[in-house]
């Protein structure tokens, strides 16, 4: 018999359709650069820069288990892995987590960049020329729903949600229950653009980019007001930058909002 579900299943659920673009060989390949490939534009890494505010705002002695929910291909994880004993890594793409998985077990993996039309470029990516080597064995990658997660993967020092809750059926539903997967004073960091889309989330779930009321409601408001209950805010919110090469002269830029919260009750 499966363990209990954690988090109840939302009553909502996007079309498989609109995730399918997340196993596709070109998102694979963008979100394999975005992660493992050259800075563009001047821009840091968006997975390594995350996951360094993260250690930077957790103790020493409060680093046992973290939880990467929407992990895409990896990199925040491997990262989280050089202070955290145990990281768990999750994404609903089975794409991406096979990618990640061949890449601990394997060291390195290659890839191939649209320059454009048909033509490509060959990339490599190698964890110990990112320094990512000795600690990769702490990370255990996961194909699961962000959503639907038991018991197996609570009692986290961390939960990381990089990008996530625009994507999620229901994200009201995720930020009532997130604190089930935290210990207590365990810290929760979100980023996410806000790009709300009703591919993936109905409107009537957006935490913000609405109105309510007859009033503006924005998303940093509807994070506040979801979890407002079981966390309190750390320091004030950052813009973080990342950029995804779509061919050699066609790039997505988005910043994305961090906020932290750390578990009071």
């Not at 699961?144 to 990381?160: G, K």
């Not at 930020?175 to 790009?195: F, R, T």
Request: with cysteine; hydrophobic share 40%; aromatic share 8%.
């Amino acid at each position: 018999m499966s363990p209990p579900s954690l988090l109840r299943r939302p009553t909502q659920s996007a079309p498989l359709a609109s995730y399918s673009r997340y196993n596709s060989d070109a998102a694979v390949a963008q979100y394999c650069d975005a992660h493992y490939g050259p800075d563009k534009f001047g821009v840091a890494n968006f997975a390594a820069r995350l996951a360094s505010i993260c250690l930077e705002n957790t103790a020493p002695n409060q680093r046992r288990r973290a939880l990467d929910l929407g992990c895409a291909v990896g990199r925040a994880s491997f990262e989280l892995a050089r202070g955290f004993d145990q990281v768990v890594g999750i994404d609903f793409s089975a794409r991406f987590i096979d990618l990640a998985r061949r890449l601990q077990t394997r060291g390195k993996i290659g890839y191939q960049v649209i320059e454009e039309g048909v033509l490509l470029a060959d990339r490599a990516v190698c964890l110990a020329s990112l320094g990512l080597a000795p600690t990769a064995s702490r990370v255990a990658f996961h194909q699961a729903n962000a959503q639907q997660l038991d018991e197996r993967f609570s009692d986290n020092d961390l939960v990381l949600a990089a990008n996530l809750i625009d994507r999620l059926p229901d994200p009201k539903q995720f930020l009532g229950s997130i604190h089930q997967l935290l210990a207590e004073d365990g810290l929760l960091a979100i980023a996410s653009p806000y790009n709300w889309l009703e591919d993936f989330t109905p409107r009537k779930q957006w935490l913000g980019g609405v109105h309510r009321a007859g009033a503006p409601l924005t998303s940093l408001e509807g994070l506040h007001k979801g979890l407002a209950r079981h966390f309190t805010p750390i320091g004030a919110p950052r813009d973080l930058e990342l950029v995804i090469r779509e061919n050699g002269r066609k790039f997505q830029h988005y910043i994305s909002q961090l906020t932290l919260w750390r578990r009071v009750r």
